[in-house]
């Protein structure tokens, strides 16, 4: 199995959402004895931002003639070859950090990730599994008074199904700016999830 393992938190060793996104890869490999890691952390490597210059890279078709393009293609063929991906994602702001944005425009490309049948986007990644760390400072859940802000999960899960993934779990703690003790409960639990985890 060849497992693709992203981070996108800037807070390095503090951060729940890269202890959580490890735990998770430890636990699929545990499951896949002699699965392959690729590791990418897009806060100390960003990929470009899309821009004019370097949308040519959504074409597959198109030469990949300088270091912005052949970045944004390189992101697409690890995504391409992995059988799961591990996705660590804070919420920053009600939704997901820029690097991971800018990773995920990096994703949708037509003729690679999805395509259109009968006038009708279809994705074209239902045989990978993606399972998301997600970290919260607040709770929002629905039926919660912050649900409304709630960007973030919503995003990753309208994203990946648009691209056809079937198989999206997500790994949740959250809470963890309402104190110290709620912190290690969500910790906790995000922990237990992991170790629910089965294999595909």
């Known amino acids: 199995m060849n497992i693709l393992h992203i981070d996108s938190s800037i807070l390095g060793d503090q951060s729940v959402s890269r202890k959580l996104s490890a735990a998770i890869v430890s636990k699929l490999r545990a499951l896949a004895p002699g699965a392959d890691v690729v590791y990418r952390d897009l806060n100390s490597e960003p990929l470009p931002a899309l821009t004019t210059a370097n ?19 390189a992101a697409l063929a690890q995504v391409l070859a992995a059988d799961a991906i591990v996705v660590g994602a804070p919420m920053y702001n009600f939704s997901v950090p820029a690097p991971l944005k800018a990773w995920l425009d990096a994703l949708a490309v037509p003729g690679k990730t999805f395509g259109y049948e009968n006038g009708a ?23 919660t008074p912050m649900a409304a802000l709630e960007h973030h999960e919503n995003y990753l899960r309208a994203f990946f199904g648009f691209l056809g993934v079937t198989q999206l779990e997500f790994v949740r703690a959250e809470g963890l ?11 906790a639990g995000a922990l237990e999830q992991v170790e629910q985890l089965r294999a595909a």
């Open 55 to 73: 949308a040519a890279a959504l074409d597959p078709a198109a030469p990949a003639d300088n270091d912005e393009v052949r970045a944004l293609n």
């Open 121 to 143: 986007p279809k994705g074209l990644l239902g045989a990978k599994r993606v399972i998301v760390a997600s970290s919260r400072g607040g709770v929002y859940a629905p039926q």
């Open 177 to 187: 700016k309402m104190g110290p003790e709620q912190a290690e409960r969500a910790v």
